[in-house]
């Protein structure tokens, strides 16, 4: 059976995922929908990050600047969103009901509460809900994650996680600089490696934040530190204040310190306490790509979603705003 597939949101990533979804065995793009109807048509669309789809045929997609008009016409089995984190709930709930899967880009929503209220959606309608936390999905990361659970290089002992870029002036409606709308760095950048400390170590026991009010009059500045009982100290750290767009991670272990993102060459790298230093070269690939594949399978029946199932990525949304309590408190915080 083909899946009929749509995107709603059709900026840098919502081209991504319409990009991917053409791509895929199984799968037929069939619509476009985006309120600025001048997008569908347009070419290249500047972001801060090279996802490898910048460019689309759209001749073959039905266009709609209304998404519940969409739904009404066309037989859909998957949405992807792609649109501002205020309409991540509304939109989300509204697929599902109209009996469609939902692949929605992170954060999950701009409060736990929408959160609730999707998984709510997601069961009542008997419909899968992804959250597009792609760092679950990228190859250095994962490469990580397996020294971590393996045990490779013994213990972790400490893990700092950073993710620094400038204010992202370049969104439709400059929506991402309205805390409001967006959450601030804190929830839609620094998110991402608050998401993945979870995936790959779990809650920790307690943590501390500090944080800064920016431009979008949210938290656009966050230091961040977690702390696991008998585990390791792990360091998060997020900026909009920085010049240029730059991610890192640092593992202490036992046996070996592993790092990647670092400039001049920001491969991946193990560099054991011998001072033997070993360069891991990815294989290639988009973990944009690689996430939908995954919520295709899922929606078609190959797999239980595992990786990145909605109840885990609403748990990091929680973690956030658990730091942000922890930030305007200024105390440590012990996690429910």
């Not at 895929?24 to 997008?39: I, M, N, S, T």
């Not at 649109?83 to 009996?99: C, E, Q, R, S, W």
């Not at 748990?315 to 309590?325: A, D, F, G, T």
Request: neutral net charge; glycine residues 8%.
């Amino acid at each position: 059976m083909t899946l009929k597939a749509a995107v709603v949101g059709f900026g840098g990533l919502g081209r991504t995922h319409a990009q991917t979804l053409s791509k895929l065995d199984g799968v037929e793009l069939v619509a476009l929908c985006d309120k600025h109807a001048e997008r569908i048509k347009s070419g290249d669309l500047a972001i801060n990050i090279d996802t490898g789809a910048k460019t689309l045929d759209a001749s073959k997609c039905r266009a709609y600047t209304d998404m519940k008009e969409m739904l009404r016409r066309e037989k859909l089995d998957i949405v992807a969103l792609a649109v501002p984190t205020d309409l991540h709930a509304p939109l989300a709930i509204a697929a599902m009901k109209a009996g469609c899967h939902v692949f929605c880009e992170k954060p999950m929503a701009l409060s736990t509460r929408q959160c609730d209220s999707m998984l709510a959606a997601s069961r009542a309608a008997g419909r899968q809900l992804m959250i597009g936390q792609c760092l679950r999905f990228w190859w250095e990361y994962d490469a990580l994650l397996k020294m971590i659970r393996s045990g490779t290089h013994g213990k972790l002992i400490s893990l700092s996680l950073e993710r620094l870029g400038n204010y992202p002036d370049w969104t439709a409606d400059n929506w991402m600089l309205d805390s409001k709308r967006s959450g601030g760095a804190i929830l839609d950048l620094h998110l991402h490696d608050v998401d993945w400390a979870l995936y790959a170590l779990g809650k920790p026991t307690r943590l501390f934040s500090s944080a800064r009010i920016g431009r979008t009059g949210g938290y656009d500045e966050v230091a961040a530190v977690w702390e696991y009982d008998g585990g390791p100290m792990v360091a998060i750290r997020g900026s909009w204040l920085h010049t240029s767009f730059l991610m890192t991670f640092r593992a202490i272990f036992e046996n070996a310190v592993v790092e990647y993102g670092f400039p001049p060459d920001p491969a991946l790298r193990v560099i054991r306490r011998s001072g033997q230093t070993e360069k891991m070269t990815s294989p290639g690939g988009s973990a944009y790509f690689d996430e939908m594949k995954y919520f295709v399978e899922c929606v078609a029946g190959a797999r239980e979603n595992s990786v990145c199932p909605p109840e885990s990525t609403r748990e990091s949304v929680n973690l956030v705003m658990l730091e942000i309590k922890s930030a305007s408190k200024g105390r440590p915080l012990t996690p429910a």
